[in-house]
Structures are given as structure tokens and as C-alpha cells.
């Protein structure tokens, strides 16, 4: 199938819900997980973002999201943020779902955004819980702390965490009412994320999938688009 059925799609929607993944900040330079490029210094990031490898050795934790602090400080949105940005002001309801951390879908102006993974740019602390914004980079120190002495930690959600009540609702709440769940980016190997686009298919919502390449989704998305989310979604804005 094709982009002309995706636009079809989407024309006759009222109610969309997108959700992203890593794919879509690729083309702003940032490594995605999954795949050949998605090893840090030999470290598999199923082994870094765990609660376990924190406790055992939170500052190579903290050096790794360093790292992509300073990688997405850096990066500046790219077409396909831009798109998803644009196509909020088109619909009545628009949800954008992101398992992203980076900060890039309100850097391109999107307003209504789930980060149901975190965000890179707070700190929680793991013996008071307060959480902070902090942009800085780089930290002061590694591990950095708290004014209360404890040990901060990035407010992400790592495995076997659970993700933010409110924004999953939210996220399944809007899955549960979209007419059109536009997948992108995503290799859908976590969950709850990764089974979202099969719960709206089983409702009859149509799902367009973009991707580099095929995924366990793709042969049950009713359109799969296979190329760069950069080049694709502002096509698919543009016929919207
Ligand atoms: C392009 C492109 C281009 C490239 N254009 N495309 C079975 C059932 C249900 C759950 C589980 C289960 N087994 C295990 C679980 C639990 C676990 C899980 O899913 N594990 C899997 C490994 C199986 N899930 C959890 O633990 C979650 N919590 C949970 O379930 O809680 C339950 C609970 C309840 C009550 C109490 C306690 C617990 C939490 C998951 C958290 C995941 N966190 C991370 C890190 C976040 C912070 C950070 O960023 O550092 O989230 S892991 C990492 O993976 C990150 C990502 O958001 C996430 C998804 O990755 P994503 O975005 O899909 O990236 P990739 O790299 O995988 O794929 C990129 C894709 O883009 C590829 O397909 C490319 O082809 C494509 N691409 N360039 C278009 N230019
Ligand atoms: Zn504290």
C-alpha cells in the first residue's frame, strides 16, 4: 500500500495519535538502541537502563546519558519532528505518544506531548523525589546530587519500571479513540509502547507504520511505508 492510502487515510480522519520512537530523532544525528548502532562503549543499553546497573555503577549510568545529553543539546529537529508538529494543528484531536527523551517534538513546536519514557532534561532524586529541570552540560559532577545529599538520578523510566500513570492512561486513552495511529521510528521491542499499534488495530483504527525497515507490526499495519521518517512524514503532512 501506499503514501496516496496513507494520505486517503488521514484526510478522513477526525481523531489521530501518533507515537514515536528513536527512529524519528535519527535524522537529527542521535543514535536509536536497537541494531548496529545502537551500542554504547560495548555496553548493551538492556544492560544500562535498569535500576540494577544504576545501583551498581551510577556514574557510568549517568556517563552514557551524559552523553546523549550532550548529543541532544546539540541536535536540532529535523522534518519529521516538524511534520508531527504541523499535523497537530490539522486535526481536532491529536495526540503525540513518545518513548523518546531527547525533548526534540517541543523543540519543533509540538504543545501536546507524552513523554511516556521521561525526559532527559530532569533529575529525580532517588532519596527526597523531587524532580528538577536541569539543562546543564555538562553536570558540575558525575554522579550528581541532591541538596539533600542523595543521589540524583535522569527522570527516565527504566525496565521494570513503571511508566507515569497519567501519561499512560493518556497514551491509551487517546489509542482507544484515534481514527488513525501513525507508528514511526519505533522498533516496537518495548512495551507497553510496542503493543499499542496492535490494540488500535483490534479496534478497527487503521495504523500507517513508517520505518527504515520492517518490523513485527508491519505485516499487520494497514499501511506500511518503509523509508526515513525525515522524508515520509512531511509528505504525508503535506497530503493531510
Ligand atoms: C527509522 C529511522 C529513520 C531508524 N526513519 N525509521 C512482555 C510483555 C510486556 C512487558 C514486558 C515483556 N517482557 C518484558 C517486559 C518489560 C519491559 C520490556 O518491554 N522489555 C523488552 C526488552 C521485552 N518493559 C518494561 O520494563 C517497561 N515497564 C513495564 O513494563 O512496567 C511494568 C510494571 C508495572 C508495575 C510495576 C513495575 C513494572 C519499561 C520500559 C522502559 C524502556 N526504557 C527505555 C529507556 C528510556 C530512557 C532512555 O532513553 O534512556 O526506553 S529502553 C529504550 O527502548 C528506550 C526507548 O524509548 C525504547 C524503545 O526503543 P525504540 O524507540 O523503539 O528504538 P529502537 O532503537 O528499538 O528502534 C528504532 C527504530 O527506528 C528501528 O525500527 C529502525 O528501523 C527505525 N529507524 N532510523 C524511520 N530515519
Ligand atoms: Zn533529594
Do not use: K
Not at 21 to 35: I, N
Amino acid at each position: 500500500m501506499s503514501l496516496a492510502e496513507a494520505r486517503r487515510l488521514l484526510a478522513a480522519a477526525r481523531s489521530v495519535a501518533a507515537l514515536t520512537g528513536a527512529g524519528v530523532s535519527a535524522e537529527s544525528g542521535l543514535a536509536t538502541f536497537r541494531g548496529s548502532e545502537g551500542l554504547w562503549r560495548r555496553h548493551r543499553p538492556e544492560d544500562l537502563a535498569t535500576p540494577e546497573a544504576f545501583a551498581r555503577d551510577p556514574r557510568l549510568v549517568w556517563a552514557w546519558y551524559e552523553e546523549r545529553r550532550r548529543a541532544a543539546a546539540a541536535a536540532r529537529p529535523n522534518p519529521a519532528h516538524e511534520a508531527l508538529a504541523a499535523l497537530e494543528n490539522r486535526f481536532p484531536e491529536f495526540t503525540l505518544i513518545t518513548q523518546n527523551v531527547d525533548g526534540l517534538h517541543a523543540r519543533a513546536g509540538s504543545r501536546r506531548v507524552l513523554e511516556i519514557h521521561g525526559c532527559l532534561w530532569r533529575t529525580r532524586c532517588c532519596s527526597c523525589g523531587e524532580v528538577r529541570e536541569d539543562r546543564r552540560v555538562p553536570l558540575p559532577a558525575l554522579p550528581p546530587r541532591c541538596a539533600c545529599e542523595g543521589l540524583l538520578r535522569p527522570d527516565v523510566v527504566w525496565f521494570g519500571e513503571p511508566l507515569p500513570f497519567e501519561l499512560l492512561s493518556g497514551a491509551f486513552r487517546a489509542v482507544d479513540a484515534c481514527d488513525v495511529l501513525i507508528v514511526a521510528g519505533t522498533s516496537g521491542a518495548v512495551q507497553p509502547a510496542g503493543s499499542m499499534g496492535r490494540r488500535a488495530l483490534a479496534r478497527g483504527a487503521a495504523v500507517i507504520e513508517v520505518n527504515l525497515e520492517r518490523t513485527p507490526l508491519s505485516g499487520e499495519a494497514t499501511v506500511f511505508l518503509e523509508g526515513r521518517a525525515g522524508e515520509i512524514l512531511p509528505a504525508l503532512a503535506r497530503g493531510a
